[in-house]
């Protein structure tokens, strides 16, 4: 059987733009229903994929892939935006998404708000994404039908390189959350589901209160039986809902 990889997408709907960030070991799929919507509204979306992710390979995450590259991902898909003269600029993105996102909104003047989905912000990577990277690289390696002396060698490889890459996401965490304060009036749109089994719900409502805390305009929303991809699961109409509310709430 044969598998067709995943594609980045391009929806030129409108003078606003948008840039979905996908998660870690995901792809711009997982934020396709939510450009498809978005599309819908007349808004322009953007969904690169982080270098590295989306091929038959996993190692490519740790081997192409790095904290450097995915926010050189994240500028260029903002500023191919700015160069289709799109305004104003909305960054949304999920699990780690959500980190890059969150640092567009401080750091780049062009962004006038956005958020994240199932974000660890505060917390930074959990210790249940090892055993998660893990099981992706090896239903991919049955999926492409390696041999299992050549699973044996990559998991290997994986195993070794992945504390690594878990450790330089932690560090761009810390220093999202050290920024903050940079954010100012920006509106940030936080979503979260309540029964989340990769990261803490309850950091979202402490994001929700560290940004109050200094006069951050937030737009919350929880998601009392959605699981940790939001974007896709039960709740996904909701949420795609409520973010074409902020954005037109704060496109002016």
Same mark, same amino acid.
């Given at each position: 059987?044969?598998?067709?990889?995943?594609?980045?997408?391009y929806?030129?709907?409108?003078?606003?733009?948008?840039? *979905?960030?996908?998660a870690?070991?995901g792809?711009?799929?997982?934020?396709?229903?939510?450009?498809?919507?978005?599309?819908?509204?007349?808004?322009s979306?953007?969904?690169?994929?982080?270098?590295?992710?989306?091929t038959?390979?996993?190692?490519d995450? *740790?081997e192409?892939?790095s904290?450097q590259?995915?926010? %050189?991902?994240?500028?260029?898909?903002?500023?191919?935006?700015?160069v289709? %003269?799109?305004?104003?600029?909305?960054?949304?993105?999920?699990s780690?998404?959500? *980190?890059?996102?969150?640092?567009?909104?401080?750091?780049?003047?062009a962004?006038?708000?956005?958020?994240?989905?199932? %974000?660890p912000?505060?917390?930074?990577p959990?210790?249940?994404?090892?055993?998660?990277?893990?099981g992706? @690289?090896?239903?991919?390696?049955?999926i492409?039908?390696?041999?299992?002396?050549?699973?044996a060698?990559?998991?290997a490889?994986?195993?070794q390189?992945?504390p690594?890459?878990?450790?330089?996401i932690?560090?761009?965490?810390?220093?999202?959350t050290a920024d903050?304060d940079?954010?100012?009036d920006?509106?940030?749109?936080?979503?979260?589901?309540?029964?989340?089994?990769?990261?803490?719900p &309850?950091g979202?409502?402490?994001?929700?209160?560290?940004?109050?805390?200094?006069?951050?305009?937030?737009?919350?929303?929880?998601y009392d &039986? @959605?699981?940790?991809?939001?974007t896709?699961?039960?709740?996904?109409?909701?949420?795609?809902?409520?973010?074409?509310?902020?954005?037109?709430?704060?496109?002016?």
């Open positions: 059987m044969q598998y067709r990889l995943p594609q980045p997408y929806y030129d709907s409108g003078p606003v733009g948008v840039v *979905l960030l996908h870690y070991t792809s711009a799929n997982d934020v396709h229903m939510m450009g498809r919507f978005l599309e819908k509204q007349q808004i979306v953007l969904a690169p994929h982080f270098t590295g992710h989306a038959f390979e996993p190692l995450i *740790l192409e892939g904290v590259a995915w926010w %050189a991902d994240t500028t260029a898909a903002i500023q191919k935006l700015q289709a %003269a799109k305004k104003p600029l909305f960054v949304f993105g999920l780690l998404g959500g *980190l890059f996102a969150m640092r567009a909104i401080e750091t780049m003047p962004v006038v708000g956005g958020g994240i989905f199932s %974000a912000v505060l917390e930074g959990t210790d249940k994404l090892a055993p998660l990277f893990m992706y @690289a090896q239903r991919l390696y049955q492409t039908e390696k041999t299992a002396a050549d699973q060698v990559q998991l490889k994986i195993k390189q992945l690594q890459q878990l450790q330089a932690a560090d761009f965490s810390a220093l999202v903050l940079q954010i100012g920006k509106p940030v749109f936080i979503g979260q589901g309540g029964q989340d089994q990769v990261i803490d &309850n979202a409502s402490a994001l929700k209160q560290r940004l109050e805390a200094q006069q951050t305009p937030v737009d919350y929303h929880w &039986n @959605a699981g940790h991809v939001i896709v699961d039960r709740a996904h109409h909701q949420l795609e809902a409520d973010v074409e509310v902020f954005i037109k709430r704060y496109k002016k």
